[in-house]
């Protein structure tokens, strides 16, 4: 079982800009947290950063015989109808994750275009988000949804 | 560590209605899940289910000296203003939970006037949504928000 | 066969106020009105009256083997989406009757709710609302919707 | 006492289009129901249908000694404010009818133009709003609105 | 010169209906006092009415050598853009009227997508309208606008 | 008989820019106009010009033994809401005028807060729009509205 | 003469949330200081708060022969149609009073579905918006509104 | 197999306005093309033209049991509900032409409520608009859409 | 201490002009009024009326050693965004203060733009509402906001 | 004579997803028949796909010696005023195309900030909508608009 | 060569409140900045302030001979559409200057009426606003805009 | 002291297309004016232009040692809220410029997701825009902001 885990824009400055907002964790140490997680639960975990919607399009799709997926769209999420269609035709589940309660910032940060096509949503607990995204696809991959 | 469980309105249907939105396990179930995960994490439970806002307000008056807060408000998601005004009162990080993906669904229940005053939210995992929100939950309150 | 008879916030007070809008039957003179015609029509009808949402939905909960609803949701049409979910896990035929033409009145009153989980709408015909749902609900239940 | 029956647009097509929407009946054999129940009422009842919004207005201009009217408007709900202006000025009791719940099918059938000129609406139940206006509308007219 | 006098919608039905709003006069009065004044200015009037859009789109394209238009567009006033492509075609000068002050009525009435196309507006006066519009039309026909 | 002629912010520049949309005559040459009319129709005229809303709004509180009011309100015609309240308190009949087609131009000069409380609009007919609403105002101060 | 003071949801929490917002006293106390003033202008007042809609729609039922009313709504402000109804219905002077001045607040609180059915608001103004309601409200009742 | 082809209001007018927009072909010489094209298809057309939206309904109604359609629905386009049930009442493959691009026009040309009942869209070519339509349907009809 | 009072547009009308709305009293015995009221409490009050937003600003600043501002915008209240930032620049407690409930007029007299710079606001309560405003203002510049 | 055919995000899978909605073909396969129709036309193609909309604008800027366009900019239809700027420079005639009819799909498909810069479009028919592009863009480039 | 510097309402009081939004420097110190660079490039500055919409007109009326205009427009940026047609009217190249990023203060200031009429913007920079403007509209009337 | 100077999509056709809105001069050419004005106030310019966001955000992260930021977002100035999110990371004084006046532009143009991120904006100046933006953003680098 092989889960990808999508970070976009701006996410590899993580750690270094802004942590009263998105912590003091960098993405290096986010991925290797979940790659420790990904051990314990024995699947295999498939990171990717990058700024430009295109090349997150084509991870998605260099990649579509994955199992499910964990994105963090960043500003994307907002605007990025391309990833958008991208994560629907993957069509494995996916779940879409935020550092911060993006629901108590600018009114902008409220409509994500992502979440129709995505399974469910985990946003606000910082790094934590990627460890519970990575627990809960696990159990429903395994298991269904009841 | 006591953490509340709040199940909003029509909540206490679950496993008897539309369970290709909301799954096949009672609340009762789901309570059972709930508090025997909160045994392993060495955490005390209070769960508490009711149709009428007033009331939901009420048990939170009631139990301002509990830890955190885990809250389904059901459909006061989306114009439950007083329930708003408890949860941001009782001032303990919140989790609000969904069982379904609200955002996959009607147009109305796209926007929720709790999220604002939460912490963060989990939702389209049914039941699980409520295990990751205690998991996640009591990792905050014991470490803190790095 | 059952069928329920519901009344949102303040129908206790027709006959009391406004009865240029209302009209001058109180309450339990139309539930007697809608009795009779039950009787008339060999169907048993229940009825209940709250001012408060969450009671109005545990009614519906309490009584889901009943075969069918008429709602004067009062207010509650315009932002009880409690009220509407918990006509939606009734799941069997519901009227909804005004007294008044409600587009004729205040803008606010323009829009329902409930509308989308009813089978159809009677409005603005005073009482006789009442009468003219209980018929045609009958007439629905034993003869399908051809 | 005479009562006028209106059908708009597309309305001579029932029973021959989309029979899950509309049902099975024909207008005429609508148009014959109506007749029959009017004349166990003791009224008289002229039927009308066009697709032209023009000649609907004339039918009414026409037929203003007429004591209450029954009109469905078709897609002209939505728009036909030359037919509301019609309607205001026949300036009679007036029940507006839909075959189907026009609240549960797209958001452009949730407006009607023609509303707050009429009494009341009935819609949802087929044939049956009908035959529901026409016994509501001569009840009204014989006895007032108590 | 030619000058054609249109009525939309309802407005036979002038002198008829709601004299507060309308006037007491009919429009073949209107008419009559438009004409005597004609008469007076030197200028020919063609006069038509219908409740049917169609009938006076076809009406401005059968007289489109006539040098300019007057036009009462009733409710199309608000949603009549056949009516609107009809007139930019005539493309000779135009006089929007209207008999009462639309802006002090329901707010739908607020907006005109004739207005666009026309030369100018007067509304508010009742027949005077019709009068002061064809005096200022015959003045810009014969003097330009300077 | 005295008439008000009031003209709103930059009217005194009319004649000195863009006559393609204002015409080539100045205020002066327009007042002229209005007086000689108002001579023949045996009619006083004040008219009065200000930049300043506070200004517009005291000489119509000024001269409130006046008997009717011509109101060009340029760009206070969208916002100018104290001059508003100041006409209807004025409360003789009230005709506005503009020298355009403002319908024709910017969206932003679509609105008019002056209309609700005028008697009617004569828009577009440039100078002549002023003379068409004198002979108007004077023919209604005389007969009423028939 | 009997005033109502009637509390909406949360305000049984004042002097215990949030200070900086709501002050520092508590309900007990602002209630007491109601009514030592009450004392001094001979009036009699009956207090009632509830955090549930349905109650304090019933309170204003049951107790219908007072002379008239205060309400601080709380987040009912702003959705509580049903304690709309039920203060029309009340149909005695009724002075809506806020603690803070809403307008500096979050956007979603500049509404508010009471005032439109109220005679006055007082808002920003801590425990003494309370203190002046009476005030105003005693001194109306006795006076009249000059 | 049989195409109908139908021109809304004003394209009767084609070649006779606005050339710079409509092109300088008439509606005669747009349908002989249509027919010499359908002749090499092998397929039959019948062209249609009306101002009145009740002829156009009434038309698909007559020949329901054509093969398909190509419509130009004129300013009908942007609120034609009427003839949009029509169309899907009529329930073959249709294609909505339009002569200009309706996109790089007024903004209200930018909606079409006949768009979502239509197979496809074919906007912005003059006389080629219809050319490309016939062979497109023509296309779908005999090899279905893979 | 020095309290200013500032009325806007069209107050100095008052007692003149629709006495339904606004009462009987004018601005000269309201004002008489308040001063008799600031002796008894022993403070100062300048009171201030113009037609003209710029002159209300100015008074604003030549008077910024005031302790305090009770501010009727009139018109203004709804567009006066100079005078709001004026109030925000003297920064000193302020009510706002209105004769009507405007809640319960136009739904352009529901926003104030002085709202959110004010410190309260009472409003409804005719004349009275300026005592009351003068009572609270100086009671809570006495004696802070506990 | 060269033609772009210009392929935006997500195309490169067609034929591997959704066939419902996309239909069977490849864009490989698209592609030749593209290719092969354009060689029966005596025309050159130069196709290009790419998931990145910078890449898009570069091949526009690198090619701006074609003579024309046609481009499916998949989601960035809604979004990509890049690509529409770079369409706008290219400054030759372009046709948008979809293979799906975006009006019958999710609202935010229903806007396409791209329409405005084209020449037309032609959306709904499939692989057939570029043929149709490619055959009508030639015959406009080769004879002009007439 | 002259050059007007135009400071709208409140400006005056620059220096004198909210130094953390506005900067330190008074009116009469940006004015000698502005006069002394002035100086350096050869040209000719008159500065204007005031408070009231209507002296500001009428100063752009009495100076219309000078060669441009840099205003800063204060609150009027919003609603004053009388100034923004003086400065239509005025027809020489004018600067909109802010202190402040207007775009990151509340949301009403992120709207200018100004700005469509203006030749651009420069705002954000406090005094150093007025200079650039200064130099770059000279610069511009020296050289023309290439 | 170092600035980035980065230009967005299209940029680097300046002085190709449209120069009537963009000017003649080309991008290479502005660069070479920026540098030279740079070597005269003693500061480094790094400029950089790419047509992919994605390759924008990724420079200014590598960049993220500089001083300032100037930058032309082009298209993304509406949409792009990755690069606003590099922008608000990079926490450098950053100056918005705009070749032309975007206000005057299409309606979408008027919004800018860049602005509440920036210092301040610089729009309508053609090439020297860019000059004043590294005038006034060295001059705010040296002096800080009094």
């Known amino acids: 079982m092989r889960i990808l885990v999508v970070?976009?824009?701006n996410l590899n400055m993580l750690g270094k800009r802004e942590p009263a907002?998105?912590?003091?964790?960098t993405l290096a140490e986010i991925d290797a947290l979940v790659n420790r997680r990904?051990?314990?639960l024995g699947v295999e975990v498939t990171a990717?950063?990058?700024n430009g919607e295109g090349d997150l399009v084509g991870f998605l799709q260099d990649n579509d015989d994955a199992d499910g997926l964990i994105v963090n769209p960043g500003a994307l999420?907002?605007?990025?109808?391309?990833l958008r269609d991208a994560i629907?035709?993957?069509?494995?589940?996916?779940?879409e994750v935020h550092l911060s309660n993006v629901y108590?910032?600018?009114?902008?940060r409220h409509t994500s275009v992502i979440a129709p096509v995505?399974?469910?949503?985990?946003?606000?607990?910082?790094w934590r988000s990627y460890l519970a995204a990575l627990d809960i696809l696990v159990d429903v991959l395994k298991g269904g949804r009841q």
């Open 7 to 9: 970070h976009g824009p």
């Open 21 to 25: 907002v998105y912590g003091l964790k």
């Open 38 to 40: 990904a051990g314990e």
């Open 48 to 50: 990717f950063q990058s």
């Open 77 to 82: 999420t907002h605007y990025g109808l391309s």
């Open 88 to 95: 629907a035709s993957f069509a494995k589940p996916t779940v």
């Open 104 to 108: 108590a910032r600018e009114e902008f």
């Open 118 to 126: 995505a399974l469910g949503q985990i946003s606000g607990f910082g």
